[in-house]
């Protein structure tokens, strides 16, 4: 699928992998709308990139977001062809069972109903939407690509959450890629390494440098326009599908 004058949604659009995304989706000529729970930040860089690009307030954890944002773009663009979920959040650096006892529930529950519940609801109700397009010459109606991480397969210690969240995403690609096969719609996963992106804001200089090193080839932190060129690739290849991608420079965590 080309991207010119397609409708992309981009969920966490205003920072990091889903910010990258929408530029490089932008500058392909695509029609993109920013779904984003800093509504501020978002308006933002809708205003900056013009008036193909549109920011609607999401919460991806809320159902009733997620419809009212869908509904907007439909009325503003008349379809949506590409999907790609950058929106979720960290896992709370904290162990099963530590010094300060059990690993607590609520937390659980939130990084789950957010990075992986919150991330079907939307591929859900877009995949919705995709189905009534016209499909291109390679019978294709659309694309969803998902952000997944490589600690859905090699989760460290205090990542039992997060990794359990993104994992749910890994594991889910194949059977919905098989669901939507019958529509036209492809579904595909990218499992990044460690990249640069505002969750490391936080760490000294120091601590970056010492990650790049533990990173094989090349030797780097993994950049948000690497994501967005990959993204990118998937959507003009058809024949990707069903699939998950790590994208790591061959770094398998310890």
Do not use: W
């Not at 079907?120 to 189905?131: D, I």
């Not at 804001?201 to 993994?222: H, M, V, W």
């Amino acid at each position: 699928m080309e991207l010119r004058d397609k409708v992309c949604v981009v969920t966490g659009g205003a920072s990091g992998l889903g910010r990258a995304t929408v530029e490089r989706f932008v500058e392909d000529g695509a029609k993109v709308a920013i779904f984003e729970l800093n509504e501020e930040q978002g308006s933002a860089l809708a205003d900056s990139l013009g008036s193909d690009v549109c920011s609607y307030p999401v919460n991806i954890a809320n159902d009733d977001d997620i419809s009212a944002a869908i509904e907007g773009v439909m009325s503003r663009f008349g379809a949506i062809h590409v999907c790609v979920n950058c929106a979720g959040r960290g896992g709370g650096a904290t162990k099963t069972l530590g010094r300060k006892g059990r690993f607590p529930m609520d937390l659980f529950r939130d990084v789950i109903n957010i990075n992986l519940v919150g991330t079907f609801s939307v591929l859900s109700q877009v995949a919705e939407k995709m189905a009534d397009n016209d499909p291109d010459a390679n019978g294709e109606r659309g694309v969803i690509i998902n952000t997944s991480s490589i600690a859905a397969f090699e989760g460290q210690k205090g990542q039992v959450a997060y990794a359990a969240s993104k994992a749910g995403l890994v594991g889910i690609t194949l059977p919905i890629a098989r669901d939507l096969s019958y529509y036209g719609i492809r579904v595909v996963t990218v499992a990044p390494g460690v990249f640069d992106t505002p969750i490391l804001k936080g760490l000294p200089p120091a601590a970056k440098e010492s990650l790049a090193k533990s990173i094989p080839n090349p030797a780097r932190l993994g950049a948000p326009g690497d994501f967005s060129a990959l993204a990118k690739h998937i959507v003009n290849n058809s024949y990707i599908n069903g699939e998950t991608i790590r994208l790591d420079a061959a770094l398998r965590m310890s």
